[in-house]
């Protein structure tokens, strides 16, 4: 499952490499499409050959590091790194061991990012989706339901970023001028949230 969410991963952000950086022109360097693309297909060419899921997200996270610019190497690259220290070992997943993923994945671009909610970045996106992960398997869901509440989440809160003042990296800079205009980084996180459902469902199938 880890291993098709990372190739769903490259493959949306491959197809969504122009809306992203478009996204990006107005409030950064119009580049994130083109960084997060270069980065997944460097992740692609260099995973590890292993069933350790830890030793997998590990091996996103250094890609990431490595070979995305701007603020969204660093951040993506300490969401996969934290999600997948308490995964080190591990060949098989619960459902509780998603939600772990995400939780763990979020605390470390807050402190990474020293930023949180309503501050119009990946978390906006990131953090509604652990939230539904987590109810939708508490109220009795099953993993795809989850994972559907979770993208649903996560493309509310990217939508949410529209309306709100930029207060974190270079779309801070523009003050109101970063009014109006969605978030990329939380949208390239809700294309990261969908492509985990979109995997899980093509392995149910």
């Not at 979770?150 to 990296?169: F, H, S, Y």
């Amino acid at each position: 499952m880890i291993r098709r969410w990372i190739e769903e991963m490259a493959s949306v952000l491959a197809e969504n490499r122009a809306c992203l950086s478009e996204l990006d022109s107005p409030i950064g360097d119009a580049d994130h499409g083109n960084n997060m693309e270069r980065g997944f297909r460097a992740v692609l060419a260099t995973l590890p050959e292993t069933e350790d899921i830890g030793a997998l997200l590990k091996g996103v996270a250094m890609t990431l590091i490595s070979r995305v610019g701007g603020a969204a190497g660093p951040l993506y690259g300490t969401f996969f790194l934290e999600a997948g220290k308490p995964l080190a070992g591990k060949t098989e997943l619960t459902p509780e061991d998603v939600v772990q993923l995400f939780e763990n994945g979020v605390t470390g671009i807050r402190k990474r990012g020293r930023s949180d909610t309503g501050m119009k970045t990946m978390l906006d996106a990131l953090v509604p989706a652990a939230d539904a992960l987590r109810s939708t398997l508490a109220e009795g869901g099953d993993l795809a339901a989850a994972l559907k509440a979770a993208t649903d989440a996560a493309e509310a809160g990217m939508k949410g970023t529209i309306p709100m003042l930029a207060q974190r990296g270079r779309a801070s800079y523009l003050g109101e001028r970063s009014v109006g205009h969605q978030d990329p980084g939380a949208t390239s996180s809700y294309l990261i949230v969908r492509a985990l459902g979109d995997a899980v469902e093509g392995i149910s199938r």
